[in-house]
């Protein structure tokens, strides 16, 4: 049955459905532990894969390039070279299917259900500073910095700080082959590292991103740490003929230069023989130069495209640090905490950390005995028989203003007429949430109560128009609705 391109394509279609749904199900458990999450994250990357490898050969199928399908299909409906023969097709399709089980009698139907596809822990490499993804091991690229031109003698939590500031060192120290290969390196690491700890981010889209916005910096001169350097360099081409022989470390990497320049040292370094670089004259020295005196050890730049993929990669390493933050400052506080213990401490706390996350695990798969259905404590375990008699909490108040809720104890009962729910079903029967209306739940009582209070605000109601008095000219005193009567018809 395998043979034929239709029984590989269905077979294709369902593999894709099969882990489709593996996928669903894996994704609606909830690990417990960061180990298992980071396994599940890798479970899951891998079942995507080999979804989009199977959906890729599934679309050569279709493209049939080779009629190959066009002729299966063909030979289905009984088309051969001497007219259409449908029972010879389907007796040799079912001679074929016999033949298939004689030869493969133990055929396992592959079951999406299997709990052991979802509990694979798949290996994932990571070091033993590492810790399975819970801090950097940036050890390497530490002594690759304080060993550098570029960079300090400090210590490893120090470095922990200033590896992702990059744009702090001077550009001309950045144009070196030594900064780099260590920024290739430090990329290379924190990508590795980024694919191993969150396998389900798609990183192209990051990075393509990150390319498109570093391009409009880069033409209008606001790279950090490289502003107005790629304009400089175009603007003075003369820069690209000194040759630095420092920067060079074997013979192959000084062949790329070519063999112009090369000659063209040569030559002025014979003419200058035997002669102090002193007495020398400015026309032995290459245009853009300077003198010794003055040059020093400066570094000379790079060409601009060399300098611009350093930019880059560097723009790439910040937008990587931003993503490894929490990580970053979890390897700060690891590694202030180390410089404090002792070797047979750390052993120990390596224990202690593995047990713990062991007995995490059997305690969750543990299911909790509770016969007499108590409420659940800040431990997740149930709360004491007798803590559960002091408070009343077998004792039931129902409130019809809450859409007959339920509230177990006198003190949650208490509680609820200050919480939402309840306000909220006053504000429906448009009734103000008072003090006046607290042990009130019963509709008809809280609007027959209102009614009376409603009277009885009506009766001491201020009314201005009787109470408040007025005086005219000749000191008779009115209220307010008679001395405007008055005024009006002119009498005052």
Known sequence: MSSTLLEVTRAAHE???????????????EPPTGKDRLYQSHRVRNNIDTIIATTEKLIEMYEDKDNARKDEIAALGGQTATGI???????????????????????????????????????????????????LDLHELFSQYINS????????????????????????????????????????????????????????????????????????????????????????PAQHAVIDLDYYSTVEELMEVGPEKLKERAERLFLTKHTPLEKLDKKHFAK????????????????????????????K????????SKTTEQTKENVVKKQALTYEEMEQEREEEETQVDTESDEEDQQIYNPLKLPMGWDGKPIPYWLYKLHGLG???????????????????????????????????????????NEITNIEEAQELWGKIRE?????????????????????????????????????
């Not at 593999?15 to 458990?29: A, G, P, S, T």
């Not at 790079?302 to 930019?311: C, E, G, R």
């Not at 509230?407 to 504000?427: C, I, L, P, S």
Request: charged share 35%.
């Open 149 to 236: 031109k570029f960079g300090a003698k400090i210590e490893y939590s120090a470095y922990l700080d200033v590896f992702s500031q990059p744009h702090n060192i001077p550009w001309k120290l950045k144009s070196t082959r030594q900064f780099s290969e260590y920024m290739e390196n430090l990329l290379e690491y924190l990508i590795y590292f980024f694919q191993r700890t969150e396998p389900l981010q798609d990183l192209d889209r990051i990075f393509s991103k990150v390319e498109a916005e570093f391009e409009e910096q880069w033409a209008d001169g606001q790279v950090q740490g490289w502003q107005k350097q790629g304009q400089e360099n175009e603007a003075d």
């Open 317 to 324: 390493m910040k937008k990587l640090c931003d993503l490894l």
């Open 85 to 135: 023969n449908v029972f010879s097709a389907f007796y040799d399709r079912l001679k074929e299917i016999r033949e298939y089980h004689r030869k493969h009698p133990a055929a396992r139907v592959v079951d999406a259900n299997e709990e052991y596809e979802l509990k694979e822990e798949l290996v994932v490499e990571f070091s033993g500073e590492e810790a399975l993804g819970r801090y």
């Open 288 to 315: 853009g130069s300077r003198r010794p005196e003055q040059n020093g050890s400066t570094a000379v730049p790079q060409d601009i495209n060399s300098l611009k993929h350093v930019a880059l990669m560097e723009s």
């Open 395 to 437: 004792q039931e108040f129902k409130c019809e203003i809450c859409g007959n809720y339920s509230y177990w104890g006198r003190r949650a009962f208490e509680r609820h007429f200050k919480e939402w729910r309840h306000q909220h079903g006053m504000r429906c029967l448009g009734i103000p949430n008072t003090k006046n209306f």
């Open 456 to 492: 009885r605000q009506g009766v001491n109601k201020w009314r201005p128009d009787l109470e408040e008095e007025y005086e005219d000219k000749e000191g008779n005193i009115y209220n307010k609705k008679t001395y405007t009567d008055l005024q009006r018809q002119g009498l005052i």
């Open 15 to 29: 593999d894709v459905e099969r882990l489709e749904r593996l996928i669903v199900k894996d994704l609606q458990n």
